[in-house]
């Protein structure tokens, strides 16, 4: 219940982030009529494993970012509000956070914290401002129209600039560095009509490094048949206007030209996770992310709880079904339908990757494990599943029809309600 105690609001529990993680708590207390507040930096929920569609115009970006307080409408019980959580003082349980209107403060029974995780650097914060990354929808839509600009200004270009327009760097080869090196690929062959060079640079000494074995092959296979030029074993030492370095593990170095680098390397937790590990004493791991206990709480408070990217647990992956389930978890302890102290266990349901039209790869388990057309036809019934919303799902299967079996790309034609920011090209431009 929310009420004003001490001229201060209070209320059962505050949720902060409208991800993964938060969205499924909200929806579990619900179920109870538990009432809380949710805050976030936000006013969407991101579906993030289809940035790199909208990225490559495959998508239009609304049909992955519907307002949260649509999707919560039918569930009772909650309060959602747009703001950024700055402070947090652990002893008292309240929480600051700024909003248009100035800062403000609310007291808290239970906390949920679910604020995600954001691009790490590896120690090079410089590279953020040469290269694109993929974690919000602003990061999608400048990618884009930093594709879109390339292939139009190539198009008019002699044939020396039009190679150095179309040379592109993807920086990572886990799941969404070869999902965007393989669409960028297929965007050049069926869509511009134009030769484009990729490479994919992994420090690994394997594309899609977790899935291992037949699939890591099958999909640095399948990319290099399709045109993309993979390099394992091998790091990005330096990144400058159309240039990237990259040194093997053998300590071969070597430049390659790049008008547009993506980079997917690596996560990191910061802001609230840095936080709430000051206010609470919880110990982190070496990219930030809280080390909390079995049963998700964090530090020695019962009465906060940390889930998804933001934490380390058992060495459960930092993907959506481990946030999904933690934050299902954490409510039902709020809600009683758990006891306190229960331990949080991970079902793992496998992992999927795409990296092109009609090839992607699949993993139940160790035994079960298929690619090709039909591991892509499982990822997009997979990901339609869980988009949220009726109309959202309609509008993203006439779109996949018109981009993956005709050669349309629906995502180019969407309208920018703002201007697009400063991209990193547009400033090495102006240097
Ligand atoms: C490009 C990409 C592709 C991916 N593909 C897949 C995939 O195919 N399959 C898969 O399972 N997983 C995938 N993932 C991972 C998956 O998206 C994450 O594991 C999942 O989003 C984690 O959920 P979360 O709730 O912890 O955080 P998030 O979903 O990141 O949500 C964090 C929320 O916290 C809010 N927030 C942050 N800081 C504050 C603050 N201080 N105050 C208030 N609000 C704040 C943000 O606005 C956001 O709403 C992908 C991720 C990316 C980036």
Excluded at 167 to 193: C, D, I, M
Excluded at 356 to 366: E, I, M, P, R, Y
Aim: with cysteine; glycine share 10%; hydrophobic share 40%.
């Amino acid at each position: 219940m929310q009420h004003v105690d001490a001229g201060m609001e209070t209320t059962d529990v505050v949720i902060v982030g409208s991800g993964f993680g938060g969205l499924a708590a909200a929806k579990q207390l619900s179920k109870s009529g538990v009432d809380y507040v949710l805050i976030s930096a936000t006013p969407e929920h991101l579906f993030q494993p289809l940035l790199y569609q909208v990225a490559t115009g495959v998508l239009p970006s609304t049909d992955i970012a519907p307002p949260i307080a649509s999707i919560l409408r039918r569930h009772k019980g909650g309060d959602v509000r747009l703001g950024k959580v700055v402070d947090i003082d652990a002893e008292a349980a309240v929480l600051t956070y700024d909003t248009e209107q100035g800062p403000r403060q609310i007291r808290y029974g239970s906390l949920i914290a679910a604020t995600g995780a954001t691009q790490s650097y590896f120690g090079r914060d410089d590279f953020a401002d040469k290269t694109f990354s993929l974690k919000t929808i602003d990061d999608a839509k400048l990618l884009r129209a930093q594709i879109e600009r390339v292939f139009a200004e190539a198009s008019k270009a002699d044939p020396e600039t039009r190679e150095r327009l179309l040379s592109f760097v993807v920086v990572g080869a886990g799941p969404t560095g070869v999902e965007v090196a393989g669409q960028l690929k297929e965007l050049s062959k069926r869509h511009f009509h134009q030769e484009i060079s990729v490479t994919l640079v992994e420090g690994a000494g394997a594309v899609l490094p977790p899935f291992g074995g037949s699939l890591s092959k099958y999909a640095r296979e399948s990319l290099t048949r399709n045109g993309v030029e993979v390099l394992l074993d091998t790091f990005v030492t330096d990144i400058e206007a159309g240039k990237v370095t990259v040194k093997t593990k053998d300590g071969v170095e070597r430049g390659i030209g790049a008008e547009t680098v993506v980079w997917s390397a690596g996560v990191a937790a910061g802001g609230f996770a840095k936080l709430l590990a000051e206010a609470t004493g919880c110990e982190t791991d070496r990219a930030g992310r809280l080390l909390i206990n079995p049963d998700c709480t964090v530090g020695g408070h019962a009465d906060i709880f940390a889930i998804g990217d933001m934490t380390s647990l058992n060495g459960y992956p930092g993907q959506s079904p481990t946030a999904m389930q933690e934050g299902r978890h954490v409510a039902d302890i709020i809600r009683r339908d758990k006891q306190p102290g229960t331990p949080f266990v991970y079902w793992d349901k496998g992992s999927m990757a795409v990296i092109s039209t009609f090839s992607a790869v699949t993993k139940l388990n160790d035994r079960v494990k298929f690619t090709g057309t039909i591991a892509w036809i499982t990822w997009l019934a997979v990901h339609l599943f869980y988009l949220v919303g009726f109309r959202n799902r309609f509008t993203a299967v006439l779109s996949w029809l018109v981009a993956f079996i005709g050669t349309g790309r629906p995502g180019f034609d969407e309208e920018e309600t703002k201007p697009v920011a400063d991209s990193p090209a547009h400033r090495r431009q102006a240097a």
